[in-house]
C-alpha cells in the first residue's frame, strides 16, 4: 500500500486517541491491518530497487525514491491540512515503520530484521499477493482508506 494511506490512518487513530502510548501502538499495527487488504505498490519491487541500490545502479532506482519520498511529503502535507492534533503526526510516521523496517532489512540484513521481513512480506502482503485482485479493487482499498481517514481527521 502506498505510504500515504499509511500515514493518514495512523494520522486518524492518533486524532483519536485519548492515550499517546495506545495510539502509537495502534498506528503501528495498522499498517499491516491495511496490507491485508488487496492494493497497489508503487515501487516496482522493494527487493529489485534495493538490489540495485547495492550494485551501484543508482540512476535506475532514483525513480522509485523520488515516487516514495513524493508519497512521503504528500502524507505529512495532508496530516498538516486535515490534523490539528500533534499526536497525528507522529502516528503517521510509526504507521510507515514497517515499510523502513523491509528497507533496512534488506541493506543491513540481521536475524531479527530478517524475521520481520518474513511476516510483513511474506506473510501479510502474501495473503492478498497470492490472489490476482483487478487493478480496480486494489486502488479503490486504498481509496476507501483514504476517505475514511479523512473523514476521521
Request: aromatic share 10%; hydrophobic share 55%.
Amino acid at each position: 500500500m502506498i505510504l500515504l494511506a499509511h500515514m493518514l490512518f495512523g494520522a486518524a487513530i492518533g486524532s483519536l486517541a485519548n492515550n499517546a502510548y495506545m495510539a502509537v501502538f495502534l498506528a503501528f499495527l495498522s499498517h499491516y491491518f491495511l496490507d491485508l487488504f488487496p492494493h497497489i505498490e508503487y515501487l516496482t519491487s522493494t527487493e529489485n530497487s534495493i538490489r540495485k541500490l547495492k550494485t551501484k545502479h543508482l540512476e535506475q532506482y532514483l525513480p522509485d525514491v523520488a515516487k516514495t519520498l513524493i508519497d512521503f511529503c504528500l502524507g505529512l502535507v495532508m496530516v498538516a491540512i486535515f490534523s490539528p492534533h500533534p499526536l497525528s503526526y507522529l502516528c503517521a510516521l510509526v504507521a510507515v515503520i514497517p515499510d523502513g523496517l523491509t528497507i533496512v532489512t534488506l541493506l543491513f540484513p540481521s536475524p531479527i530484521l530478517e524475521k520481520h521481513h518474513i511476516i510483513h512480506t511474506q506473510k501479510i502482503h502474501y495473503l492478498t499477493k497470492k490472489k490476482h485482485f483487478p487493478i480496480f479493487i486494489r486502488i479503490m482499498t486504498q481509496v476507501i482508506a483514504l476517505l475514511v481517514s479523512v473523514m476521521i481527521l
